[in-house]
């Protein structure tokens, strides 16, 4: 066994509980790397908060006797509402929703516009977790990735936050073109500095149709190495580790009461409504997908018809969808789960698979559960894929 990924017990929060999701469509302006979905044009926000509340009050009958135990605000930019539209929202939901007693409630927040006012205004409302985008503490970084913010608001929003949130996370970008190491250590020390108790932590991913992409193709950009990403991740992993984080996700570092109680459901499979264009939502059976048109969307639920796309899982997608997801967490993957889940053939199989990722020491059988070694934990996308099943229905 690594002992340095030791086996803990999901939050308890996410525990037969349901969450909702509440996507925001809106950016004060593009970064260069994103493929979300969102608008730069504010016109519709007031519609937009309308016709949100109005989906969630459409989708009720979907959480009958379950009760909702997160509600997260994503985007987009979720900060970029009053704090009344937020508020609106989240009495919208216990109106129409059994929601316990003291949920977790996330706001995606960036920081120009966490100012202090913003800040007491959140500490006063439901919201009792931030998650800010800080991505870096450099000046250098934030133009490359045309981040709304400069370097000087990142810190001092962190500094406000820190000072009336308790539940807090950032966000950090690492594997950046012409990022030093030095300059990243400097980052990571500079979150800790603040005493953040979680940090997402993602890879700069050069995806299609983004300004990005097109910097590289004309190549004035040139994407960090995957030696150099890994580098990043590696240094990272040691220094949260060493400061009392679990890497409890590959992306996602919390100090203990400190995971995201909302991401971990979803990397459970537990159930949760998505409102909004693009968001997605997943109720156990099927997976669906509201159109990613803002003007389409308002226009659909303002007839009562929640414009979705929906895809029903079959068990082979759920098995792969497991052991993606469960090779990325602390969690692994639970082989007596795979039987009676899936059936027999599907525990052969992904032991079989596992062999050579055992032999390697990227994996590794800890009781009942599969998982990745902290070496393998960087790879865990790679290795899940030579876990699906193709052919076995
Ligand atoms: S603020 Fe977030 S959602 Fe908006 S463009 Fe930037 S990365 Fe994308």
Redesign the pocket.
Known sequence: MDPNNVLRTPPSGAGGQVGIYIHIPF?????H????H?STTMGKKEEMVKALCKELELRKAEFLGEQVATIYFG???PSVLETEEIEQLITVVREYYDVVDNPEITL?A?PDDLSEEKILQLVASPINRLSI?I?SFFEEDLKL????HNALEAEKCLQLASEHFDNISIDLIYGMPNMTLDRWKQNIDKALGFGIPHISSYALTVEPKTALAKFVEDGLITPATDEETQEHFNVLNETLLSEGFDCYEISNFGKPGYYSQNNSAYWQQKKYIGVGPSAHSFDGVQRGWNINNNPKYIKSIAQNIVPMEVEVLSSTDKYNEYVMTGLRTIWGVSLSRISTEFGPKYKEYVLLQADKFIEEHLLFVDGDILKTTKKGMFLADGIAADLFMVNLK
């Open positions: 950016c004060k302006q593009a970064c790397y994103c493929d979300f969102f985007g987009g930019t995606e960036n985008g991505q990735m045309n981040r709304a």
